[in-house]
């Protein structure tokens, strides 16, 4: 079957990030290859440090790569863009639109010209305000948040301002969804329910995820793809490596005998104590 | 036995509207009680009652002040206030306009914080004060010019740096999520950053209208025919102390009720804001 190769969604060659600190560099990673293609569920994790947070923002394009190209569709990535969307741990929403105006935030800024827009303004807005609403909360029909619509975001609770800030990414239908441990504040029954939110998301909307987190269970849960990041044990300094990458069954429950088993090698593999070395102890320091 | 711990004071407890209300009126009544004793003691003990007019005389000042003119057919106090107040808004537009404008440009763009960050703060360095002179010769030493300019040099620098450093404050998260949503970078100063920081940036300019009003009067008391610094120099001039606290109790009038002014203003532009008690 000879098929014209669709450009990935997400292709990573040879990426390397280091920052700046106290006497050098510090190197987060050098020379990692990711590649998305599909409607996949991507879970990234790794040890606190490891640069997960570091690869996302790279991919969003809020971050330029040290070494490497990233290509969306065949395209660099050099600024964020509606192509990809993105939900933060905190600070997604804009405090001065209700939860439907912040939904509405991208619908709003993508279909008209700006001086057309001044120009029939009042015309613009019955035309396209009703669409860009009905579109809206449908949206938010889909995250279950269509009751608190017209709420501003300081007065829901944090499990409700995430729904807010997911339904405010899918709405533009990006080619990919990134989230930087979106529910890493919140409580477990709360995360819980979050989780089968963005799984029901993932298959109703097909939108690709790229999901990172420091918690294993969630990533094991959430994902259908298992991406860890992990740093030589023993060579700190030279950045972590893609040590797993590989494809895992979606909501696979907890306690059975395979996610055990995977739970452990990742484990082992993926969150090991690093050996102290001399090498260890420059980054440390220079860390301070 | 136990305590009644009814009347225990707990510290951030809520209080009913209508006590807020009744404890700002016995406020006011017991700062006019204190000084009525004062009034008293004063006059009872020998003192001129021209250099302590009680609430009385105060409000007979009041009438005198507001009677109308027989030569020009005005009321001088109403006109006083009328300048006084045209020149503090030409003071407060002229400055709010240059120093939103700088202060956005300087919050946004790295390069023009980097650049006129430290001659702005020099500039606020200055106390404006020290300027009259140099605005009389400039600017001249009749009409309003001088005063407009004190005004405007006065608060500008200052709410400048301030708004610069609420617009750079803004969460770097919400700045990169308007551009994921395919915000152009007009985009989101317009839509982004600018309506987040309106509260904090009303919040501002309320707190900016003191130190106007300051430079007002002064530029007033050097030189003016007019106004409401015009008004107390000349009552000084005549020793009515009676009239001096008369302008200086409206000032205070006057002074609140521009407070209040914003506040609705803050509450109008930026109902959000009102409701919201912390990040």
Partial sequence: MTKVAELPILECRRIGQRYRVRGGHQVIFDGLDVTIAGHQFISLVGASGCGKSTLLRLVLGSERPWKGTLRSNGEPITHPDRTRGIVFQKYSLFPHRTVLENVMFGLELSTTYLVQKWLTWPWYRSRHHRRFRDEAMAQLRQVKLDDHADKYPHQLSGGMQQRAAIAQALIMKPRILLMDEPFGALDADTRESLQRAIVRAFHDQQTTVLFVTHDLEEALYVGNRLLVLAKDPARPAAGSRIVIDQEIAQSAPLQAKETQELLAHVRRVGFAAPTSGPELDAVDQAWL | ?279
């Avoid at chain 2, 000042?61 to 808004?89: C, K, N, Y």
């Avoid at chain 2, 140099?134 to 309003?144: A, I, K």
């Avoid at chain 2, 317009?190 to 501002?204: G, H, N, T, Y």
């Fill in chain 2, 1 to 279: 036995m136990t305590r009644d711990r009814r009347f225990r004071a707990i510290i951030g407890s809520p209080i009913a509207p209508a006590s807020r209300v009744l404890l700002g009126v016995i406020g006011v009544a017991l700062v006019l009680a204190v000084y009525e004793y004062y009034v008293h003691a004063h006059v009872q003990g020998g003192g001129n009652p021209r250099f302590s007019p009680g609430c009385g005389q105060l409000w007979t000042a009041f009438g005198e002040l507001t009677d109308v003119d027989p030569r020009t057919g005005a009321v001088p106090f109403w006109s006083d206030t009328r300048v006084s107040l045209g020149i503090l808004a030409k003071g407060l537009g002229l400055g709010i306009a240059l120093s939103t404008a700088l202060g956005l440009a300087m919050g946004v763009l790295s390069t023009i914080h980097a650049m006129c960050s430290p001659v702005v703060t020099a500039i606020a360095k200055i106390p404006p004060t020290a300027m009259i002179a140099l605005f009389m010769v400039v600017f001249g030493v009749t009409g309003d010019t001088f005063k407009v300019a004190l005004i405007v040099f006065g608060i500008s620098p200052t709410l400048a740096i301030g708004i610069g450093l609420v617009a750079r404050a803004v969460p770097k998260n919400t700045i990169v999520k308007a551009y994921s949503l395919g915000a152009s970078t007009l985009d989101v100063v317009v839509k982004a950053i600018i309506p987040q920081i309106i509260p904090q940036v009303i919040e501002m300019i309320r707190l900016a209208v003191g130190p106007a009003w300051i430079y007002l009067i002064a530029a007033e008391y050097i030189n003016s025919s007019e106004g409401i610094g015009h008004g107390i120099v000349l009552s000084q001039r005549m020793v009515r102390i009676d009239h001096i606290l008369v302008y200086v109790i409206w000032l205070a009038v006057l002074g609140t009720v521009i407070d209040f002014g914003f506040h609705l203003v803050s509450r109008l532009v930026a109902p959000w804001s009102s409701t919201r008690k912390d990040d």
